[in-house]
């Protein structure tokens, strides 16, 4: 079938709008009618081409919509339903198998090679081939072609348009909080960097009991919109130094500390915040080859640091558990979201790029 993308062809250039043509499913793969798409900054920077990836190509990885054609042996999804994609991943190493796809060792080749397994493209321009599949969907476009266990259902309580963060960003920053920190009610939390991951981190939070859930970032608007998402103090870490800030408001440092903007310092401020027995949860993408500084005594005395992908999420179960969230008002997607048609794309990844939108969402 024919569709319409927005296809990249240089990298840092500008996307432009093309007719393609997507492959009919194979037995095991469903093509999605997209209602809407998040934009991330992993996007940006495939785009500007921080990382390699094949062209031309599309992209996008926040995608929700309605399944629109079914392969023959697909069994868990129906003509209709409303779903929202997520990540790829291989279900058979140890990882999978064990529920934990977020650290498939195979996730990055099967995200990020443009085609399926045996090397083929889900898209084509008059016969020549366009590399979708990025993290397995391509979603900036008005239809994607995917697996069926990529896939999860949604009910129709939530809007289907906002829907995709639940892919990605969302999952990402709640994720860090639920799965790795895990705190016990009553702890204190402070999240650095309040984009999309760190507000659904703040909401992660609050909804596990936290009686403390500091946010921190250098945008007013930001440290406004955090207080909806459930943070009980803000602080604005332009005005002064948010270390000695957090240790006022929680003397002797808060139990965890989420990173989530990518920023250096932010990293160093994060790990410093905590208690002397607090975890830092590192989920913010700074650039390839940051190396951070860290006291050394101040690691000694038992601060502890963890990485994340994905928080860690099984998209079936936690994508069910956010729209739980979502549902009753505990994780408000609406209120960072702005929506931007898809030939507009290039304003929606201005608009993410420089701060001014949290969650810019493509609509086809």
Known sequence: MQILAAVLREPGKAMSIEALDLDDPRPNE?????????????????????????????????????????????????????????????????????????????????????????????????????????????????????????ATKLPDSVSLELAGTLGCGVPTGAGSVLNVLEPRPGSTVAVFGLGAVGLSAVAAARFSGCSRVVGVDLNP??????????????????????????????????DGAIEASGAKKALTDAFMSTKPTGTTVVVGAAPIGTQYEIDSVSLLAGRSIRGCTMGLANPRVMIPQLVSMWEQGLLPIGKMSKTFKLNDIESALAASADGSVVKPVLIP
């Open 30 to 150: 469903i093509v999605v009618e997209i209602a809407g798409c998040g934009v991330c900054h992993t996007d940006l920077s495939f785009r500007d081409g921080a990382w390699p990836y094949p062209l031309p190509a599309v992209l996008g990885h926040e995608g929700a919509g309605t399944v629109l054609a079914i392969g023959s042996a697909v069994t868990t999804l129906s003509l209709g339903d409303r779903v929202v994609l997520s990540f790829g991943f291989c279900g058979t190493c140890p990882s999978c198998l064990s529920g934990s796809p977020a650290t498939c060792p195979n996730a990055p080749l099967i995200n990020m090679r443009g085609s399926r397994d045996d090397g083929s493209t889900t898209l084509s321009q008059d016969g020549s081939p366009v590399h979708g599949s990025f993290n397995t969907q391509s979603s900036f476009a008005t239809h994607v072609l995917t697996e069926e266990r990529f």
């Open 221 to 254: 608007v930001r440290l406004d919109l955090a207080r909806d998402f459930g943070a009980t103090d803000v602080i604005d870490a332009g005005t002064g130094e948010p270390v000695d800030a957090i240790h006022r408001l929680v003397p002797g440092g808060v």
